[in-house]
């Protein structure tokens, strides 16, 4: 049995879950406040000034641990509530100026994996 939704109303799901899901979290403090300017153009020149030492900007963990728990537990929380209220939540705000969604090669050969395991299941 297929069991796909179409191409347009996938598109939009996507847009409007990551919007409401993960771009309106914590995520948002975290992106906030001044970036560091590179004149190189790889950040191989910018460093973070510790009392321990410099380390190089391509080093440096940009979220800690207990940030990223967080994060985490807000997503999957909200994605939760997303797929439980799908028909009340679909709304485009700002994501309606967003990219086009594309499928991604990595999650999509996984599913197409999962997919041949479970049709090979049926048989």
């Known amino acids: 049995m ?3 939704i179409p191409d347009a109303a996938a598109r939009r799901i ?3 879950l990551v919007e409401h899901c993960v771009r309106n ?3 948002e403090e975290i992106h906030a406040g001044k970036a560091p300017e590179s004149l190189a153009g790889d950040y191989s020149d910018v460093k973070v000034v510790t009392p321990y030492g410099e380390i190089p900007w391509t080093r440096v963990s940009r979220i800690s641990d207990a940030e ?5 537990i807000e997503i999957v929380n909200k994605v939760y509530t997303f797929v439980t209220r799908l028909e009340d939540v679909i709304v485009l705000q700002d994501s309606a100026r967003w990219n086009r969604p594309e499928h991604d090669p990595a999650l999509l050969a996984f599913a197409n994996r999962r997919a041949a395991v479970r049709n090979s299941e049926d048989r």
Do not use: G, P, S, V
């Open 25 to 27: 979290t914590q995520l």
């Open 14 to 16: 996507a847009l409007a």
């Open 2 to 4: 297929n069991e796909d």
């Open 68 to 72: 990223m728990k967080a994060l985490m």
